[in-house]
């Protein structure tokens, strides 16, 4: 079984692979970040910033709209 993902490659200096996630998906799913990176082991040798000219591969299939619970502090009631 064959992943579907986009391809991306990285044009801009001092690209952040959650910048790159974000712009493509114009936001960050929990645990995607982690996918990307279980899925291009290259890339964890050019941290923090990306090469230009590097391909990055976005897995496309399961990319949950699960949203992180935070706890909401108020500071007047």
Do not use: C
């Not at 114009?26 to 279980?38: F, K, T």
């Not at 923090?48 to 909401?72: C, F, H, M, Q």
């Amino acid at each position: 079984m064959t992943e579907k993902y986009i391809a991306e490659t990285i044009k801009s200096e001092q690209m952040t692979l959650s910048q790159v996630i974000w712009r493509l998906l114009r936001r960050q799913p929990v645990g995607y970040l982690e996918r990307v990176l279980a899925f291009n082991q290259h890339l964890s040798l050019q941290f923090p910033y990306l090469s230009v000219g590097s391909v990055v591969k976005l897995p496309v299939e399961d990319i949950t709209d699960e949203k992180r619970n935070a706890d909401v502090i108020r500071l007047w009631d």
